[in-house]
């Protein structure tokens, strides 16, 4: 059974920085495809950047130059790395962990909160 847990969300002042880790664990293989999002109330999910096994990345406009996706050492393991975070990024991030080459399905995590306020 795929497991996604996201971690490192908190309370940080506007400026601050955050690294939020996901980690997808009960597979064998690689994913191919794992995706940060965010949610706040009364929105819809919002796609926020993503990373192939390849490692390539794609950022939304609003953080591009301030988030960093990446890979972590540990298999199936990712970061986002926010820094210069403004009230606007406070929200639920989600992380969503796609193995659609192998289980033609997606996984995603329990969320986890990120206060951006002074």
């Known amino acids: 059974q795929v497991r996604v847990v996201e971690s490192g969300g908190g309370l940080v002042q506007p400026g601050g920085s955050l690294r939020l880790s996901c980690a997808a664990s009960?597979?064998?293989?690689?994913?191919?495809?794992m995706r940060w999002y965010r949610q706040t109330p009364g929105k819809p999910r919002e796609l926020v950047a993503t990373i192939s096994r390849g490692e390539r990345t794609t950022y939304t406009d609003s953080v591009k130059g301030r988030f960093t996706i990446s890979m972590g050492d540990a298999k199936n393991t990712v970061y986002l790395r926010m820094s210069n975070l403004k009230p606007d990024d406070t929200a639920v991030y989600y992380c969503?962990?796609?193995?659609?080459?192998?289980?033609?399905?997606?996984?995603w995590g329990q969320g986890t909160q990120v206060t951006v306020s002074s």
């Open positions: 969503n962990a796609d193995f659609s080459f192998v289980l033609q399905k997606d996984f």
């Open positions: 009960g597979v064998t293989f690689s994913f191919d495809t």
